[in-house]
């Protein structure tokens, strides 16, 4: 049976023990992603209280972080999303993503809707990549993907 959370803290609980194991393990978000066959954007984001995991992920994410029954269970549930508490954020990294939706929302709504017409990107149907690149002038430089699908406007 599908059972969803109503209240963050159990998962945001959940995600504190988690992140201790995977600290004391010394594992990578790419490990935790490979015992489970899915994308490291989705298991981080599931691990951290964003997303479901499928039971037989859920069950192989406990095993490797030596979590207990309940917490494979909780992995298991829909979560009350949202990682972000109110308020213009303070940590840095999210910060500047912050800013860049200040700077470019705007910009990447106009383009959305220029191109694709009155709708909405799906942060659900949604694939997520982070790729580190060789930046021309020296240094690295962070490539991004963000790919939903995109929902259309219906009238009714």
Not at 9 to 19: E, H, I, P, T
Not at 53 to 69: I, Q
Request: glycine share 8%; net charge negative.
């Amino acid at each position: 049976m599908v059972h969803a959370q109503f209240d963050n803290s159990a998962r945001q609980a959940l995600a504190n023990k988690a992140v201790d194991a995977k600290i004391r393990k010394d594992l990578s978000w790419q490990q935790i992603a490979d015992v489970c066959g899915l994308s490291v954007a989705f298991v981080t984001a599931a691990v951290l209280g964003q997303h479901p995991l499928p039971k037989a992920s859920a069950e192989a994410v406990s095993e490797l972080l030596g979590l207990d029954a309940d917490d494979t269970m909780v992995l298991q549930t829909i979560p009350t999303r949202g990682s972000i508490p109110g308020g213009i954020p303070t940590d840095p990294t999210i910060y500047r993503f912050h800013e860049m939706l200040q700077v470019y929302g705007t910009t990447l709504k106009a383009l959305v809707h220029e191109q694709l017409g009155d709708g909405i990107i799906s942060a659900i149907n949604f694939k997520l990549d982070v790729r580190k690149v060789a930046d021309p002038e020296g240094g690295e430089r962070a490539v991004i993907t963000l790919d939903g699908k995109y929902l259309p406007t219906r009238p009714f």
